[in-house]
């Protein structure tokens, strides 16, 4: 079985090769192509296949992460976009909930009027109604349907979102729609609420199905590109896209459900950081890890609660400041990668990123045209990644640039020693991620200190060790491949789907039989697209939650109401509700009524995943595995110093080996930094665990 990842990020573009049955895994690297992100990822695809003699018609699986969908959206550039919505909700889309993003600023752009995902002038009213019990009031008036849909072709609208009230109890008047607009403007996309998320609130309803509409076209066309690019070589395999819930999709569903696909890629590295976590986490534990993935552009930061990936509440999720209800994972996001742009700002404060150098023309150290200094370039210029071992040697490395331009933009203008600006780089860098770590942490009632730091990513092992040290982690983990692992975590998931049904009903008005019933319909469904994409039926799996709230209460809670698919009884539902309360808000009422709002399953496909692969014992001294000693600058205590520091290669690292501080230890796709004051061991499965 030959499962190949290809993940997509800012700067480089990352593949992972793994053939079970040899027990061999292959990692590549190419640079991220960003006018066309498959070009590049092709020509990855290629290469690691010629690098393994592997025939491309062999591949039996190909997972995909990519950042298309969330690139589409916070650069604005989604295609013109029409809506048709009830008559009276023209404007739904723009009032939102008078609800501004910044409570306490009197000065603020509201990013949906702004930059609006549809134009007014695009947005169309017809005559029709179905009201709060899912009846029809107001036949939908089919003629008022095809005069709408002519104007949109006429203004060049190249998709259309047809959100109609109360859908999400009777989609009748949405199908019909849409079958009426793609007969007038066949060449449109035209996607429906009731088919995106059906689910009220209306304002949140109709923004998550025109931003699907936004980017669809494009979607589409990526992944068309992509599978037919991957033809074109050989490959007969089916494309299989990561999902923001964790979940791969087949790609029919990513191209009708395009906004799925927003957090694809960050959502990859968590599994793999939890995949990594759980296989050195005893028998008896349970696995609480953070998972820090920093790349070139950004960082990306996740929780595992006992064993568990933390989902993003559905009311909270949202990608550029535009609501957006569909299950994520939960990601915190900032702009802190190896090519997030070092300088001063207007009055004088250094600053780095969020800006970033990306792929093109990336950092200074590349040689591709960059003058502005990076975090790359720092770790550059205090001698902790070398040109012999960037990317295998394969990319030249410059290393008087960086620390020529550090010195000229920081540390002449700021009145500091060349080293003192490159250290005072990563310090900045490396407190704004302790920050973000903190709000998935410590503000959520979560203490660090019982967590491992699981860091990956090209740029993620050169930081966290500083990082574990400011936020008092035990203990760090760095995965076997850390520079790929989000392409390591494609290949650890499975399919899933989700399903929704707004209910609306008092808990203690319900009976089982009546859940029962209810979910019975959503598993058929879920199940029922599992068996088209050929999951055999003891490879699928059930999750079903209830969406919960005490009566009068605004949001929900998600409580599970069930084991191996049957439903448990109305007072453990309601017992559960009033744990997870008292959990997450630290107090619980049961004496009040508890409301059912929606019900979910969600059906998870089991696929071929990637096997754990244990390496040599070690049988000699890590000591004489050091290739040479060169002086590298650490900040310790406060002060910026150099130190006499090995140089290894971690392929030539066996289990068992270990070894202080401080150390570099250098591989393809990523490079470790091992400060003075920690220690490091080899783990059985290759991943090196970093400890103070």
Not at 616 to 623: C, G, K, L, N, V
Request: charged share 25%; aromatic share 6%.
């Amino acid at each position: 079985m030959r499962i190949l990842g290809v993940d997509i990020g800012g700067t480089f573009t990352d593949l992972y090769l793994v053939d079970n049955e040899a027990e061999e895994q292959t990692i590549h690297k190419v640079s991220t192509t960003p006018d066309d992100p498959s070009e590049g990822a092709l020509k990855g695809v290629q290469e690691i296949c010629e690098m393994t003699g592997t025939d491309p018609s062999d591949l039996d699986y190909v997972l995909h992460g990519t950042t298309i969908a969330t690139n589409a959206v916070l650069e604005h550039e989604g295609v013109k976009t029409g809506m048709i919505t009830t008559e009276g909700y023209r404007d739904v889309v723009h009032i939102g909930r008078h609800q501004r993003p910044k409570n306490y600023s009197i000065q603020q752009d509201i990013p949906w009027q702004k930059n609006p995902l549809v134009r007014r002038r695009h947005r169309k009213v017809v005559p029709e109604r179905v009201n709060a019990d899912g009846e029809i009031e107001t036949p939908l008036d089919e003629d008022a349907v095809r005069e709408k849909a002519a104007e949109l072709k006429e203004e060049g609208v190249e998709s259309v979102a047809i959100a109609l009230l109360f859908s999400y109890l009777n989609d009748e008047h949405e199908a019909r729609a849409k079958e009426i607009v793609e007969s007038v403007h066949p060449d449109a996309y035209v996607t429906t609420s009731s088919e995106v998320y059906p689910q009220f609130r209306e304002f949140e309803r109709f923004t998550t199905t025109a931003m699907n509409a936004s980017i669809g076209p494009k979607v589409v066309e990526y992944i068309s590109t992509f599978k037919s690019g991957l033809e074109s070589l050989g490959v007969d395999a089916d494309l299989n896209v990561m999902q923001s819930n964790g979940g791969i999709a087949t790609e029919d569903m990513v191209k009708e459900r395009a906004v799925t696909l927003l957090l694809s890629g960050p959502a990859a590295g968590i599994l793999g950081g939890k995949w990594r976590a759980q296989a050195n986490t005893g028998a008896d534990e349970t696995t609480n890890a953070i998972t820090l993935d920093m790349g070139g552009t950004s960082a990306d930061i996740g929780i595992v609660s006992e064993d568990e990936i933390v989902e993003a509440n559905v009311r909270e999720t949202e990608i550029g400041g535009y609501p957006v209800m569909i299950p994520m994972v939960d990601i915190e996001t900032i702009g802190a990668g190896g090519g997030s742009i070092a300088y001063l700002d207007e009055a004088g404060a250094f600053r780095v990123g969020p800006k970033s150098a990306g792929a093109t023309p990336g950092p200074i150290a590349y040689g591709r045209g960059g003058t502005e200094p990076t975090v790359t370039d720092a770790h550059v210029a205090l001698g902790r990644v070398r040109p012999e071992f960037f990317l295998g040697g394969e990319m030249d490395l410059s290393v008087e640039g960086p620390r020529n331009a550090i010195e000229e933009r920081l540390a002449d203008p700021l009145g500091m020693e060349p080293t003192e600006a490159a250290a005072g780089i990563l310090q900045i860098v490396n407190n704004n991620m302790a920050n973000a770590i903190r709000s998935k942490t410590i503000q959520k009632g979560r203490d660090p200190e019982k967590f491992t730091l699981v860091s990956f990513g090209g740029a993620g092992p050169m930081h966290a060790a500083d990082i574990a040290r400011e936020l008092g982690i035990p203990r760090t983990l760095i995965p076997a491949s850390p520079g790929v692992l989000s392409a390591v975590g494609l290949t650890t998931t499975d399919l899933q789907y989700d399903q929704i049904n707004t209910k609306f009903a008092m808990l203690d008005e319900l009976s089982r039989e009546e859940l029962q019933s209810d979910y019975d319909a959503l598993v058929e469904d879920v199940q029922d697209r599992l068996r088209r994409d050929g999951v055999t039926e003891e490879n699928i799996q059930l999750e079903l939650i209830a969406d919960c709230r005490y009566e009068g209460q605004g949001y929900e809670l998600n409580v599970p109401v069930s084991e191996d698919g049957k439903v448990h009884s109305i007072e453990h539902i309601d017992d559960r509700f009033d744990q997870i309360h008292e959990s997450e808000f630290g107090h619980s009422f049961p004496e009040n009524p508890i409301e059912v709002v929606n019900e979910r399953v969600t059906a998870h496909g089991r696929l071929p995943s990637s096997e754990l692969v244990s390496i040599p014992t070690a049988t000699e001294p890590a000591e004489e595995k050091v290739m040479y000693r060169e002086e590298v600058y650490f900040n310790v205590n406060g002060e910026t110093g150099a130190y006499e520091t090995p140089f290894i290669q971690r392929a030539d690292l066996r289990a068992g080996h270990e070894f202080a501080g401080p150390a570099i230890i250098a591989e393809k796709d990523s490079t470790i930094v091992i400060p003075p004051d920690f220690s490091a061991s080899v783990l059985k499965h290759g991943d090196i665990e970093l400890t103070q």
